[in-house]
């Protein structure tokens, strides 16, 4: 018996769309996160990009649970004393309603060059339109 290992370049990729509107923040990253990992596939291999692209519409109605939208903050340092900008969930969600999805996804990916890579395959909107209907997306699978 031989342990399998996945290529680079035998990698089959698919693309799926899926609706923010219908889930909470959270949980719907670590479903993202899982898919651009690749951990849905049997060909699953931790050092090589398995995964597929995800196209996440309607990111600006993500749900956020109890008091978040309020109370959840978003940190950005410029480098200087005094340079750490604080921005509620709120504020976030009205000026770029993409980073909110982005920085949870993020957080869940491995802190390593792989991470790079996999964050590009996310195509985050927070309208109703995309423009990839020519890769043909699938629906999200149910990874959970």
């Known amino acids: 018996m031989n342990t399998y290992s996945a290529k680079p370049g035998e990698v089959e990729r698919h693309w799926y769309v899926v609706d923010a509107s219908e889930f909470e923040l959270g949980r719907l990253a670590t479903r993202i996160a899982t898919v651009l990992r690749g951990k849905h596939k049997t060909v699953f291999t931790p050092h090589v990009d398995t995964g597929d692209f995800v196209i996440v519409v309607n990111a600006s109605k993500?749900?956020?649970?109890?008091?978040?939208?309020?109370?959840?903050?978003?940190?950005?340092?410029?480098?200087?004393?005094?340079?750490?900008?604080?921005?509620?969930?709120?504020?976030?969600?009205?000026?770029?309603?993409?980073?909110?999805?982005?920085?949870?996804?993020?957080?869940?990916?491995?802190?390593?060059?792989?991470?790079r890579e996999l964050i590009?395959?996310?195509?985050?909107?927070?309208?109703?339109?995309?423009?990839?209907?020519?890769?043909?997306?699938?629906?999200?699978?149910?990874?959970?």
């Open 120 to 144: 590009k395959k996310l195509k985050v909107y927070g309208g109703e339109d995309h423009p990839h209907v020519a890769q043909n997306p699938q629906p999200f699978p149910n990874v959970l």
């Open 62 to 115: 993500v749900k956020l649970t109890g008091r978040k939208l309020a109370q959840k903050n978003y940190y950005a340092y410029t480098g200087y004393a005094g340079g750490l900008k604080v921005t509620d969930a709120a504020t976030v969600r009205e000026k770029d309603p993409e980073r909110m999805l982005v920085h949870a996804v993020k957080g869940m990916l491995p802190k390593n060059r792989l991470s």
